[in-house]
């Protein structure tokens, strides 16, 4: 079995900024691309972030110039740091990893941690 464990999340002024971790733990032969989604109340989940087993990256428009998404392969660890947060921010965060394992590949989700961030 895989899990993914979140940390980070809180309550933040508008403009503050926070360090969002996953790690993930198991059986893991590898992990492929890692992400962070979203979801707001009453919206769908969106993609905020990625991130490849090489380092490429992809971010959301909305996001884009605020928020780093890294990883640390050997920690099976992806992070998310955002800055100058905004209150539509404000939404549960999920990361995913695609993780290979007796030669198979699957997705795995995290149980999300809440960022809320006032006005």
């Known amino acids: 079995q895989v899990q993914l464990v979140e940390s980070g999340g809180g309550l933040v002024q508008a403009g503050g900024s926070l360090r969002l971790s996953c790690a993930a733990s198991g059986s893991i032969f590898s992990i492929n691309g890692m992400g962070w989604y979203r979801q707001a109340p009453g919206k769908q989940r969106e993609l905020v972030a990625a991130i490849t087993s090489g380092g490429s990256t992809g971010y959301a428009d909305s996001v884009k110039g605020r928020f780093t998404i890294s990883r640390d392969n050997a920690k099976n660890t992806v992070y998310l740091q955002m800055d100058n947060l905004k209150p539509e921010a404000t939404a549960v965060y999920y990361c995913?990893?695609?993780?290979?394992?007796?030669?198979?590949?699957?997705?795995?989700w995290g149980q999300g941690t809440q960022v809320t961030v006032s006005s």
């Open positions: 995913n990893a695609e993780v290979r394992q007796s030669g198979i590949s699957f997705l795995s």
